[in-house]
C-alpha cells in the first residue's frame, strides 16, 4: 500500500481543502467525476476554484474511506440528476410535451422541449433534458414498463 502523499479535509467553513505532497493547501475544491453516467467509479479528479486539477484518483476503490466519505458528499450536493423509473402520461406525441414521470426521487412532471433533448449515452442509457435545464437519467431503457417503452418510443 503506498503511503499518503496528500490530505482532503474540510476546513471551519465547511470548504473542502486539498493539501498537497508539497504542503500546499487548496481551498475550495471539488471533486469532479471523469465519467460519471457510464462509470462513475473509474476515476475522480480534484479541481481547485479556477478548474485546474490539483489530484486525480484513478478509482474511487483506491480512495481511503474518509476521504471518499467527504468526496461522496460533496457529489451528492452538486450531482442532481433523478433517474427516470416510469412514464406515466404525455400531453402530446408532438413537442413540445409535458410528460408526468414517476423517478427515484419521487413523481414529477417535466416538459421535453424538443426530441433532440432526448440523448443516448451508451447502450440502453438515455439522458433527457427538461425545459429548465434538469437533466433525467433512464439508466437502461429497455427496462422499462410497457406503458413507459411505447411513450418513449414516440420520440425516439
Known amino acids: 500500500m503506498t503511503q499518503a ?10 470548504r473542502l481543502v486539498f493539501v498537497d505532497a508539497k504542503g500546499a493547501s487548496h481551498i475550495g475544491v471539488h471533486p469532479v467525476r471523469a465519467f460519471p453516467i457510464t462509470s ?9 476554484q479556477s478548474g485546474k486539477e490539483v489530484f486525480w484518483y484513478p478509482d474511487v476503490a483506491v480512495i481511503p474511506n474518509n476521504e471518499l466519505q ?3 458528499e460533496e457529489l451528492a450536493a452538486r450531482e442532481f440528476m433523478p433517474v427516470i423509473e416510469r412514464i406515466t402520461k404525455v400531453s402530446t406525441f408532438a413537442t ?12 414529477t412532471r417535466i416538459r421535453l422541449k424538443g426530441e433532440e433533448d432526448i440523448r443516448r449515452i451508451s447502450g440502453n442509457t438515455l439522458l433527457i433534458a427538461d425545459s429548465n435545464g434538469l437533466q433525467f437519467l433512464i439508466k437502461d431503457s429497455t427496462a422499462l414498463d410497457k406503458v413507459s417503452k411505447k411513450l418513449l418510443d414516440r420520440f425516439r
Open 40 to 48: 462513475p467509479s473509474a476515476g475522480i479528479g480534484i479541481m481547485d
Open 70 to 72: 467527504l468526496i461522496e
Open 96 to 107: 413540445p410535451s409535458i410528460w408526468d414521470i414517476e423517478t427515484d426521487r419521487g413523481p
Open 5 to 14: 502523499t496528500h490530505q482532503l479535509m474540510r476546513d471551519a467553513l465547511g
